[in-house]
């Protein structure tokens, strides 16, 4: 396994981690994910530990905590050998003060994931939305101080737009608080939108990018072809509507030159695909899933190997999609160009 640093933190991270999204599923979207109990989510652990895989990621809202109960209880007695990365700030039930980010909630939300998760602290703890009813000044200073108080070690956001990410790390700065190193945020190659903006604020702030469904919500597992209706047991039939959106004809045009370099390299489709994120700028993590120990195996195989700079630029062509305003003038036009040259030529 590869390791990298997280961000402008010193907390070494591997390039891949476990996803317990699948743990104790229940609902209509975690219930399609998988139902994974005690027993099997520790087997799943036992392979990613002899993998060198040592970060699990989970939320408080993934089947009303369920998740983090499982994963607690899967990690029993070997809490030092693993990061637990947790995520809160999204509805967890009806009343006025079971959203958002206030003070309150977040005292409340951390102390119950400790709780569910069997432990005395969160290595990685993120805010799942950016709450635009709680002043950041109140978010930052919550965090430090359970930073302070031991419960969290490092600080992430999740799915924060670019201004509510820099006036987040800006008002950290001003009033010398813990700032965010990670964003645990969306990226795969039927979805790029991560690469306009989130990116060079990456690459230019130190937070590095923790990613979730590098598969494109399912549809780049391989079995996604043209023509041919999903099969029975893909969970697209279930959850398509809660992931994010693709033409179709860019999905297949990307899957076509997937299948492409898989009979070339002998890797899986899916293999590849996370390949390709490993190599993007300010990526430090991708997060995998499964739900089972043959799923997991199969992305396990993604590390070790690269992909050679002529099949990157092969999957670079076909998965590029024009920017929208006001990022397109710099991705077309040469004099707005030479002014802002492109974050990923500068990384590489």
């Not at 139902?35 to 970060?55: K, P, W």
């Not at 637990?84 to 951390?110: C, E, F, H, Q, W």
């Amino acid at each position: 396994m590869e390791y990298r640093r997280l961000g402008a933190s010193g907390l070494t991270v591997p390039a891949l981690s476990f996803g317990a999204g699948t743990f104790g599923g229940s609902g209509p979207l975690f219930g399609a994910w998988g139902n994974t109990d005690a027993r099997e989510a520790r087997r799943l652990v036992d392979i990613c530990l002899d993998a060198g895989i040592t970060m699990f990621d989970t939320a408080d809202v993934y089947s009303d905590g369920a998740s983090e109960e499982v994963l607690g209880q899967a990690i029993k007695g070997r809490r030092d050998t693993v990061l637990i990365s947790t995520k809160s700030g999204l509805p967890t039930g009806d009343g006025p003060n079971d959203a958002g980010t206030s003070r309150a909630r977040l005292i409340r939300s951390v102390d119950a994931a400790l709780r569910r998760l069997g432990t005395d602290y969160i290595d990685l703890f993120q805010l799942h939305a950016f709450d635009a009813a709680t002043p950041v000044e109140e978010v930052v200073g919550t965090l430090d101080d359970l930073v302070r108080d031991g419960k969290i070690r490092y600080l992430g956001a999740s799915n924060f737009a670019g201004w509510q990410l820099m006036k987040s790390l800006a008002t950290a700065d001003r009033d010398h608080r813990r700032r965010y190193v990670a964003h645990q945020v969306y990226y795969s190659l039927i979805g790029r939108d991560y690469e306009w903006e989130l990116l060079p604020l990456g690459l230019d702030q130190g937070v590095g990018a923790v990613v979730w469904s590098p598969l494109g919500w399912g549809r780049l597992t391989g079995k996604i072809r043209r023509d041919t209706p999903p099969p029975s047991a893909s969970r697209l039939h279930a959850t398509a509507a809660y992931g994010p959106p693709v033409d179709d004809e860019h999905l297949f045009q990307v899957v076509d030159v997937l299948e492409e370099l898989s009979r070339e390299t002998g890797r899986a489709v899916p293999q590849i695909a996370v390949n390709w994120l490993l190599q993007r700028p300010t990526v430090a993590t991708v997060i995998v899933g499964a739900r089972n120990e043959a799923q997991l195996r199969q992305n396990i195989g993604a590390v070790g190997w690269s992909l050679t700079p002529e099949q990157t630029a092969r999957l670079d062509a076909v998965s590029s999609r024009t920017a929208p305003y006001p990022y397109f003038p710099y991705q077309r036009q040469e004099g707005f160009a030479r002014l802002n040259p492109s974050p990923i030529a500068i990384a590489s």
